[in-house]
T-cell receptor, first 115, second 110 residues
């Protein structure tokens, strides 16, 4: 079956602009979570969506937002980009029911460069 | 929150050697996974192992949940094993949140 698909793979944006990243989870998975990876901070949790609702949010400024659609696809948006937002953004997909242990699968990531 | 520590941070080995990577976590968890991050950044699932022992070819993993650690064994290392290995844990409350260790960078020399 198809894996987790993230688009685009690469992005170059200018400071002050905004950007939207997309993630299509594995069919049947209802949980989508987002992570930022930088050399200095490692892999950090951004937020998690389940059935179109944000269930959990990491410690990031309000410029980072997201949403999930009825087909479980998710988008994350970063407004007023800063140089420090340059990172690899990874999306994870799982059943996410919470009541049972479930394995997470990651997409290939979107590498964002802010200049 | 839960802290995840991986050791060693860096490991350089000759091809054919064996290695053991360790992951310690500070509280009980529901999920534990090991990943290999490829040069393009994708996290490749190695093991989903909240407890017990699993083997997949030259790789195996053991999690001792009661003592809050997990080990990843790589035998007969190949140059393609090079990369960063991450341990990631998850503890369910009402939501999911994966917490990653800082990784072990493995370099296999021919």
């Amino acid at each position: 079956k198809a894996g987790v698909t993230q688009t685009p793979r690469y992005l170059i944006k200018t400071r002050g602009q905004q950007v939207t990243l997309s993630c299509s989870p594995i069919s049947g998975h209802r949980s989508v979570s987002w992570y930022q990876q930088t050399p200095g901070q490692g892999l950090q949790f951004l937020f998690e969506y389940f059935s179109e609702t944000q269930r959990n949010k990491g410690n990031f400024p309000g410029r980072f937002s997201g949403r999930q659609f009825s087909n479980s696809r998710s988008e994350m948006n970063v407004s007023t980009l800063e140089l420090g937002d340059s990172a690899l953004y990874l999306c994870a997909s799982s059943f996410g029911t919470g009541a049972m242990n479930t394995e997470a699968f990651f997409g290939q990531g979107t590498r964002l460069t802010v200049v | 929150g839960i802290q995840v520590e991986q050791s060693p941070p860096d490991l350089i080995l000759q091809e054919g050697a064996n290695s053991t990577l360790r992951c310690n976590f500070s509280d009980s968890v529901n999920n534990l996974q090991w990943f290999h991050q490829n040069p393009w950044g994708q996290l490749i699932n190695l093991f989903y192992i909240p407890s017990g022992t699993k083997q997949n070819g030259r790789l195996s993993a053991t999690t001792v949940a009661t003592e809050r650690y997990s080990l990843l064994y790589i035998s007969s290392s190949q140059t393609t094993d090079s990369g960063v290995y991450f341990c990631a844990v998850e503890r369910f409350s009402s939501a999911s949140k994966i917490i990653f260790g800082s990784g072990t960078r493995l370099s296999i020399r021919p």
